[in-house]
C-alpha cells in the first residue's frame, strides 16, 4: 500500500475513513485498492501525467477514492462546488482543461443543465445511474484492476477560488517531483501544528470540494487517522457525532460556531465531547466574543489559522496565545510575513495595509498571468488581498478583503468590525454589512441581516440593532440603515458572496 505513510502490519484492517450518514466504512486496503482502479481508469481514459480532472460530487465516498486515484497518477485534480449555476461550472470545467468529468448521483437536474454547455472531448461519468451522454463511473472503476499503475506518480489538487470578489480562479502548483505516496508538503506543514497522526479520528462537517477539508481529510488518511464526513453541516449532529465516534480533531468555520452557540442550552450540553483534542477554525473571520464561548465552552483546544487556497502562506495561533492575543490569527508558520502600502513597500509595524508573505509556496493562476502578477510586489512577495496589521511580536490581526472596504466621506471603513459586533445580537443569524451610493458620503453603511426568526424583521429591531452596534462602536463604523434577508448567500465553508449582496445595491 501506498498510504498510510509507514504503513503497518494490521492497516489494511483499519478504518481510513466514513460517511456518518450512511455509516459504510472504508478501510485502508479497499482504498488502496480503489485508488489503484481510479488510477487504472485515468490512464484507460487517456489522462496522463500532468492532465487535468474533474469532480462535481456531494460528500460521497467516491469523491475521496477519485482524489486518491487522481493523486497517485499524477494528474491535477479539480473538485467543484455543487452549489454553482451549470454554466459557472463548465467555465471551471473548460478552464482547466478537465480530460474526466465525474458527478455525482443526486444532481440530475443540475446535469441536464450543464450537458449541453461542457466543451466537447470530456468524457463524463455518474455516481449511479448515468443521465443522457454519462457513463456509469462505479461500473468502470470496479472492473478495473487493482493493481497498481505501471507509472505512478504524485498528483496535486488544483481548486477554484470561491469567487466571492470575482470569477474563480484556478489555483495552480507545480507537480511534486516525489513518488506517488511521499509525504507532501501539506502533510509535512499540517501534521506538527495540530497533532494529526494514527490516532486521530476526525470529524469534516464541510464539503469536501473546498480547499481546508479535502486538505485536511486527506492528510490526516495519509498519516493513517480515520476520517468521519458529515454529508451536510447539522449543529446537533455535528455533536452527536463528535460523541459518538470518540472525535479527537475537528474542523470549523464561524458561522458554524454561531449556530453551534445558539442551539438550546439543553441541547448544546447533553452531549460529551471529552474526546475533543483540536478544534480548528479558519476561511473567514471570527468575532472575537464568538471564539472567547468557544473556548469557555471546549476549553483551550480551539486553534486558528489563516491561509488561502493558494497557500502562499500561512499563519497559526494556538488558544493560550489567542488569548494573549485576542482577534489575531497568529504568527507565520510558513512564508515571511509583511505588510505593505498599495504600492507594495513595507509599512512600519502596527500600521494597516495589505497582507503579503514572501518565501512562500510559489503558485499561478492557471492561464492568466494578468491576475497572477497583480498578487505579486516588485520583491516577489505575493498577497491574497487581505488587509492587516502586525504587532511586535509578529502576530498579524486581519482587518478585512480589500475588495470590501467602505470609503464613507473619504474615510475607510472595515465592515468585519460592524459584522462581528452585530453577529453577537441574539437575534442575528447572520449579517453583511456592505457600502451602498449616498449622494453626500459617496457610500454609506448598510447592514443586511438574516434573522433567527424572520417575523421578527421589522422597523423597530433595525434601529435596535443600529443601537446595540453603536454601543460598541464609533458611529461613523456601523449601519445606518439595515435591511432583512431571509438567507444570505453564503458558501457552505463560511465565506459570505458579499458582490452578490452588493449587486442589488449597485446595479451599474
Known sequence: MLFPINAQPGDAERLAFQVCETGEPVTFGQLDARANQVA??????????????????????????????????????????????????????????????????????????????????????????????????????????????????????????????????????????????????????????????????????????????????????????????????DAERALHWIAHHGITHSQWVPTMFVRLLKLPDEVRLRHDLSSMQVAMHAAAPCPVEVKRRMLEWWGPIVHEYYAGTENNGFCSITPQEWLQHPGSVGRASQGVLHICDEDGQEVPTGETGLVYFADGPQFEYHQDPERTAQTRNAQGWTTLGDIGRVDAEGYLTLVDRRAFMIISGGVNIYPQEAEAVLIGHPAVADVAVIGVPSEDLGEEVKAVVQLLDPAQANDALAAELIAFCRQHLAAFKCPRTVDFDPSLPRHPTGKLYKQQVRRRYWPA
Open 40 to 233: 487504472q481508469v485515468l490512464r484507460a481514459c487517456g489522462v496522463g501525467r500532468g492532465a487535468h480532472i474533474a469532480l462535481l460530487m456531494r460528500n460521497h465516498r467516491r469523491l475521496l477514492e477519485a482524489c486518491f486515484g487522481a493523486d497517485r497518477a499524477g494528474v491535477y485534480y479539480t473538485t467543484i462546488s455543487t452549489r454553482l449555476l451549470a454554466e459557472e461550472i463548465a467555465y471551471i470545467v473548460r478552464d482547466c482543461g478537465a480530460r474526466v468529468l465525474v458527478v455525482s448521483d443526486g444532481l440530475e437536474a443540475l446535469v441536464d443543465k450543464l450537458a449541453p454547455l461542457l466543451p466537447p472531448g470530456v468524457r463524463c461519468f455518474m455516481v449511479g445511474a448515468a443521465a443522457p451522454g454519462f457513463e456509469r463511473w462505479e461500473a468502470l472503476v470496479e472492473a478495473a484492476a487493482t493493481a497498481p499503475i505501471a507509472d505512478p506518480a504524485q498528483g496535486l489538487d488544483m481548486l477554484y477560488s470561491s469567487g466571492t470578489t470575482g470569477r474563480p480562479k484556478g489555483v495552480k502548483w507545480p507537480l511534486p517531483q516525489s513518488p506517488a505516496g511521499a509525504p507532501t508538503m501539506l502533510v509535512q506543514l499540517l501534521a506538527p501544528l495540530f497533532g494529526y497522526s494514527r490516532a486521530s479520528r476526525y470529524l469534516s462537517p464541510a464539503p469536501l470540494y473546498h480547499a481546508a477539508p479535502l486538505r485536511h481529510c486527506m492528510t490526516v488518511i495519509k498519516l493513517g487517522g480515520s476520517v468521519f464526513v458529515m454529508e451536510h453541516f
